[in-house]
């Protein structure tokens, strides 16, 4: 089975801009999580998605907001893009239907904000 | 809230030497466990995983045991290679919302084993 994949892989903006990224989960899967990694905060969750609801989300600000389509692809959205939202953006699927399921992560976005 | 503590970094080992690297958890109920590793410029891949109390995960010669009385799920190996050298991440899987898919990691510790 191919793994999970994100796009773009790389991200340049600049302050106030908004930006997607686009994650494709494993076949089959239909829950999709996403976090954000920083040098100082470490490893954040984000926000979940199963089957096209958000079933739970973290502390961040509604500038941070996603969505999943019916084939469980997800994309996430910032807007008025801070230096602070400079990141590892890393989305991970699973099965999403018991908290032993086991996550898969793609390789991230690195997103960097100017 | 729930919250995992690893052992501070960096550490660095000789090859061939003993590994462990401590992780304790504070959490509401049992969850799962999980050790995920990050190499450089790549995203976490699961390396072991223990969904109740004594269980042991294990893969590649890591092994952690679920210890409930203790609430610990160290990291440990017999001898390490320098491909070991990575960032490894204690994490527990967040119970408030059945089924819900939250993972809550601890800070990360980064292991560099010299040849």
């Known amino acids: 089975k191919a793994g999970v994949t994100q796009t773009p892989r790389y991200l340049i903006k600049t302050r106030g801009q908004q930006v997607t990224l686009s994650c494709s989960p494993i076949?089959?899967?239909?829950?999709v999580s996403w976090y954000q990694q920083t040098p100082g905060q470490g490893l954040q969750f984000l926000f979940e998605y199963f089957s096209e609801t958000q079933r739970n989300k973290g502390n961040f600000p509604g500038r941070f907001s996603g969505r999943q389509f019916s084939n469980s692809r997800s994309e996430m959205n910032v807007s008025t893009l801070e230096l602070g939202d400079s990141a590892l953006y890393l989305c991970?699927?699973?099965?999403?239907?018991?908290?032993?399921?086991?996550?898969?992560f793609g390789p991230g976005t690195r997103l960097t904000v100017l | 809230g729930d919250s995992v503590t690893q052992m501070e970094g960096p550490v660095t080992l000789s090859e061939e030497a003993c590994l462990t690297i401590n992780c304790t958890y504070t959490a509401t109920g049992y969850p799962s466990l999980f050790w995920y590793v990050q190499y450089p410029g790549e995203g976490l891949q699961l390396l072991l995983k223990a969904t109740k109390a004594d269980d042991k995960g294990s893969n590649k010669g890591f092994e952690a045991t679920y210890r409930k009385e203790t609430t610990s799920f160290h990291l440990e190996k017999g001898s390490v290679q320098v491909s070991d050298s990575a960032v490894y991440f204690c994490a527990l899987s967040d119970l408030r919302i059945q089924g819900a898919q939250k993972l809550v990691f601890g800070q990360g510790t980064r292991l560099t084993i010299n040849p």
């Open positions: 076949s089959g899967h239909r829950s």
């Open positions: 991970a699927s699973s099965m999403g239907l018991a908290n032993t399921d086991t996550q898969y």
